[in-house]
């Protein structure tokens, strides 16, 4: 059972266009969400992340939005370089559970085409 | 500062064979993980550690062990692999166990196993 979904496998955006990575999950209890980027043949990176008392975090050209109402997050990139093009994967956490209770999504790839 | 590193990069292994994939980092963390990422699939907790001397098991932690006998190194072992191992396995620390503390991962471990 997938507590969090990113239901798209990628996206294409022409370069300074907006990115928008969405992602959703089912488990209530999560409370902290943060994003990842990865590149081919390289490990995740820490992107940005949010508390779930909060409904935006934005730095630089990223911004997270949560929306708990409706279970969703999305990751917007504004304007998109060739250089975002990676995979990016939301992951959630239940706060009492400590970071060993990460759970990620299976990634949207994204490309940015010049 | 070469902050997490994984030993070897690549493996290829026949069904039965044993081996050691080995984690260092060198930002004092008391945190390490080992995840595996499959196609298609986001990263799952193989293993962890809240500290030298201590692990303990995630969400896919079967036909897996590890030891951590230095604060620096995380080693995971496979003692009779098997094609479902087959894996790209990455390794993280961390500097708190805190729900939003930020993982840093290694480059990744690309095991193949026939």
């Known amino acids: 059972d997938q507590q969090v979904k990113q239901n798209s496998p990628s996206l294409s955006v022409q370069e300074g266009r907006i990115s928008i990575l969405n992602c959703d999950y089912t488990?209530?209890?999560?409370?902290?969400f943060l994003w990842y980027k990865k590149y081919p043949a390289e490990g995740p990176t820490f992107l940005i992340s949010?508390?779930?008392?909060?409904d935006k975090n934005e730095d630089g050209r990223f911004t997270v939005f949560l929306n708990k109402s409706a279970k969703h997050l999305s990751l917007h990139i504004v304007p998109s370089q060739p250089g975002d093009s990676a995979v990016y994967f939301c992951?959630?956490?239940?706060?009492?559970?400590?970071?060993?209770?990460?759970?990620f999504g299976k990634g949207t790839k994204l490309t940015v085409n010049p | 500062n070469a902050g997490v590193t994984q030993t070897p990069k690549f493996r290829v292994l026949k069904t039965g064979q044993s081996m050691t994939l080995l984690c260092a980092q060198d930002?004092?963390?008391?945190?390490m993980y080992w995840y595996r990422q499959d196609p298609g699939m986001g990263l799952r907790l193989i293993h962890y550690?809240?500290?030298?001397?201590?692990?303990a098991k995630g969400e896919v932690p079967d036909g897996y062990n590890v030891s951590r006998l230095k604060k620096q190194n995380f080693l995971l072992g496979l003692e009779s692999a098997a094609p479902s191992q087959t894996s790209v396995y990455f390794c993280?620390?961390?500097?708190?166990?805190?729900?939003?503390?930020?993982?840093?991962f290694g480059p990744g471990t690309r095991l193949t196993v026939l």
């Open positions: 993280a620390s961390s500097y708190s166990r805190l729900a939003g503390a930020t993982q840093y």
């Open positions: 488990n209530s209890m999560f409370d902290y």
């Open positions: 949010i508390s779930s008392i909060k």
């Open positions: 992951a959630a956490s239940d706060g009492k559970g400590g970071s060993e209770k990460l759970v």
């Open positions: 930002m004092n963390h008391e945190y």
């Open positions: 550690s809240v500290g030298e001397g201590t692990t």
